[in-house]
């Protein structure tokens, strides 16, 4: 493709004296990792692969449902069945050919976050698990690189800059509610999750062409209800003490006393070795392991939490955390 056309192409944007040509080939030059292809990274995907961001790597182990499509607006009929990430890179890659897409159909975990992370100039978080959500913060703030995460449930959400020189997802999020609202029970409007999904390519953009101000450091809030924005700045927000981190199954040490606190008959992966509890068995200070690491396990992280708080008021060892797959019920607000 010759110059003058590629250029045609962006005239609009490189018009703005606060981005220009500069801006350009910075988004040009850039390596995106984007967490989840959902609700949130149908505007994401179609906003930076229009505006000619260079490499996106993309990340999601689902496959399209019929029930996604009234808010990821990115599939067709068509695509159901098919692998989220193949799917929408496809799609993307009759958008705008300049732009080299990577489709990885596996979820994001405590093992390869930081491996994909490390290539990436900047991650955007479009995820429906809160568990992925922490992950990816954890590595960011590890690794400098910033971070751009967003979350919608119902006809509300949130978007905000973190880690890259910033407070990390924690510093601003240090602790769970008891219940986490997810679409399958609070169910979602479209229009939200695209009103959030665009301000996360917009702030993405933002820290990519590095024009000012920078988003990085500064939450925003949307509830569609009473059509209303709000947020603030984080600048300052100091990173919390003693958090609980999540490891992959293939990390526990065998040292390690190993929790299982999913019901017998919950679905997923064993996990040999390991005794079960209730996250009410941890109300007692009589339950603890004798020594080493505690590493609790459940489908979503959430229970895992949960007894990881109750377990820290009596215990001051090291506690890790196994999110084995969710349940809807559990789920984080989502993309989604």
Request: include cysteine.
């Amino acid at each position: 493709m010759d110059r003058g056309h590629n250029m045609s192409r962006y005239a609009r944007q490189i018009a703005l004296p606060e981005f220009g040509r500069a801006g350009q080939d910075r988004l040009a030059a850039a390596h995106v990792l984007i967490i989840g292809a959902g609700g949130l990274a149908v505007p994401v995907l179609q906003y930076l692969v229009g505006a000619g961001v260079g490499r996106i790597t993309l990340m999601d182990g689902d496959r399209v449902a019929l029930s996604n499509l009234h808010r990821q607006t990115l599939f067709r009929m068509a695509d159901i069945g098919q692998p989220k990430a193949t799917a929408a890179a496809a799609h993307m890659a009759a958008l705008n050919p300049e732009c080299t897409i990577s489709a990885i159909t596996e979820p994001l975990d405590p093992m390869n976050a930081p491996g994909h992370v490390a290539t990436a100039d900047l991650a955007l978080d479009c995820a429906d698990s809160f568990a992925a959500s922490y992950v990816l913060s954890d590595a960011c703030l590890e690794q400098g690189r910033p971070l751009i995460s967003a979350s919608v449930v119902g006809t509300s959400g949130y978007v905000g800059g973190f880690c890259g020189g910033a407070p990390s997802l924690r510093a601003v999020f240090p602790d769970l509610p008891d219940r986490l609202g997810s679409c399958e029970a609070d169910g979602v409007l479209g229009p939200s999750v695209g009103i959030i999904g665009s301000l996360q390519a917009q702030m993405a953009m933002a820290v990519l062409a590095e024009t000012e101000p920078q988003s990085l450091g500064q939450l925003i809030t949307f509830e569609a209800t009473g059509h209303r924005f709000g947020g603030f700045r984080f600048d300052n927000a100091p990173e919390p003490k003693g958090g609980f981190g999540f490891i992959a199954p293939g990390q526990v040490a065998p040292g390690d006393w190993l929790v299982d606190l999913r019901a017998r008959d919950e679905s997923g992966p064993a996990l040999p070795h390991a005794t079960r509890h209730t996250v009410s068995d941890f109300d007692t200070s009589d339950l603890r392991p004798e020594g080493g690491r505690a590493v609790l396990a459940c489908r979503s992280g959430l229970r895992s939490w949960q007894a990881a708080t109750r377990l820290r008021g009596h215990w001051d060892g090291e506690i890790a955390l196994i999110a084995l797959g969710g349940t809807p019920e559990e789920r984080t607000p989502c993309d989604t």
